[in-house]
Structure formats: C-alpha cells, structure tokens
C-alpha cells in the first residue's frame, strides 16, 4: 500500500524518522534492521528472528517459545520469558547513543510514558487500546495506549500506571509490569516516549471507569488477530520506510501507536508474528 493511500498513519511519527529499533532488549547488544529487498535477505532473517537475542550465542528462552501457541501467548511461563527480554526500570539506556535520536537535543525533549496492556478479554489474550476523546486539544479521535507526560522526578513505570489508572480506572495493584522498551520520539521530538509492557489479567471493558476528557472509548484486539498476515498493512515512504498499519478490528491501528505494538508483538509473540517492516538508520 503506498504512503498516499493511508498517509495519516505517519501524523503521530517524527517528520526524519531515520529508526525505529527501539525493541532491542538489554539481551542483544548490537542494533540491527529489518531490510526486505531481497540481495539482503539473510539480514532481514536474523533481524526478525532474532531482534531480541543475543548475535552471538543461542538463546533458550526463545527456542523455548518455538511451540508457543496463541491460547499460551499470555502464560506464566511466557510472561517470565518476556521479563527476560525486556529491559528494568533500572536498566542504563543512553538516549543520546540511539540512532533514531542522533543530533537530537534530547535534553529539550518531554519524557512521556505509555502502558501497553495484555490482558485477558472474552478468554482471549488480547492488547487494550484507548480512542482519544474529541475534547482533546491534539490528536482527537485517534487510537493510543493509556499514557501521558512524566511529572518531574517521576519514573516511566509510575507515570504509566498513574496514567491508566487516570484514563480507564485500572488499579496498579491490579497491574503485573513486565518491563519496557527503549524510548521513542514522537511526532517532531517533542516528547519522547517510554513503552511500558504490562499484564492486567481478565478484563471487562463494560466495567472499565473512562475518564472522558481524555478517552472516548476502549477497545480490545485479540494478540492472534493483530498477528494475522491479513490484518496487517503498511504505509511506505519514499520507497525507504514501510511501517505497519493494523486494520480488520473496530479501529484501525496506525502511527507511533502501531510502531509501539508491533515491538511488542515481537517480544510476546515471536514465532507467532511475522509482520516484516523495512528500516533505515
């Protein structure tokens, strides 16, 4: 699909957006990207197989999640592979060494935090997404994650789950974190923005306590049908970047809020999702 024909999935993107490998965990040191010509096929392999192990030795948990079935996707067992993909609160990240944020002022930057969470609906693993209410100032109407701006002194994991609790009334204590992904910048650097991964168990979205200044509306897409080939489509720009765009649920899934669930995806779901994008740094 060519950029023009869904070209608002990049509104929520950096305008020179030169990387998006933000899931590379603390397991694997080296960054890497996916390239889809095919004179470059062995690298794209390794980027989509192995984007969160290590380059140079073979990694259980992954050889562990070959057989991983989608009814398994949100087991203990597979939770705790997650917690060892992802990266602690406590990890160092060096902001400034990201090449997605090379010759960027980093220090103008706003921290932001977003809580990606899996949970259980219908009895079946699925990701939460917030609609944007329309008394927004910016972004209205437009599908996220629960998240907002870091309050001074204030760490990505607590701003995560002030902000969910805020938005939709899901209690912390009722929250298992399981770790985080590098940060991201969104649309012309103004924020950069920490992915929380999160489990919050079985969820009633009849239940759910919307705070509507903010939210309009929650909606829940099962992990097996975001990772079926058929819903998933891409924006491409220039013939350099193509960048997926999730559709076939009750609102499309595109801009920074698809970049964050697609890293995601590849954390929780590796043998499962297959959705290849083509980056360049």
Not at 32 to 60: E, I, M, P
Not at 162 to 182: C, F, H, N, Q
Not at 198 to 214: A, F, P, R, T, W
Not at 245 to 273: E, S
Request: with cysteine; hydrophobic share 40%.
């Amino acid at each position: 699909m060519q950029y023009s024909a869904i070209r608002p999935a990049y509104s929520l993107l950096p305008d020179r957006l030169n990387s998006i490998v933000l899931f590379v965990s603390r397991r694997h040191s080296s960054l890497c990207r996916a390239v889809l010509s095919a004179d470059h096929h062995h690298r794209h392999r390794r980027c989509r197989d192995g984007l969160f192990l290590r380059s140079t030795a073979k990694d259980t948990s992954t050889s562990a999640s070959s057989s991983l079935r989608f009814s398994d996707v949100l087991s203990e067992s597979n939770r705790q592979r997650c917690r060892r993909d992802l990266l602690d609160e406590g990890d160092p990240v060096d902001v400034k060494q990201l090449p997605w944020l090379r010759g960027r002022n980093v220090e103008l930057m706003k921290p932001a935090a977003v809580l990606i969470p899996l949970c259980l609906v219908d009895n079946q693993p699925s990701v939460l997404f917030t609609l944007r209410s329309h008394n927004l100032p910016t972004h209205k109407g437009e599908v996220s994650f629960p998240g907002g701006k870091m309050e001074t002194n204030e760490k990505a994991v607590d701003a995560a789950l002030r902000e969910v609790e805020e938005e939709i009334g899901l209690k912390s204590d009722a929250i298992d974190v399981l770790g985080t992904m590098r940060p991201m910048p969104g649309k012309s650097y103004e924020f950069l923005v920490t992915p929380v991964v999160s489990y919050c168990g079985i969820i009633d979205i009849e239940k759910l306590v919307l705070n509507h200044g903010e939210v309009s509306e929650v909606f829940a897409a099962s992990i097996e049908s975001l990772c079926c080939e058929k819903n998933i489509q891409y924006t491409t720009f220039e013939k350099k970047m193509s960048l997926p765009v999730f559709v076939g649920h009750k609102h499309r899934i595109w801009g920074l809020t698809a970049v964050l669930l697609h890293g995601m995806l590849k954390v929780i779901a590796p043998d499962l999702y297959n959705a290849k994008i083509q980056l360049n740094y």
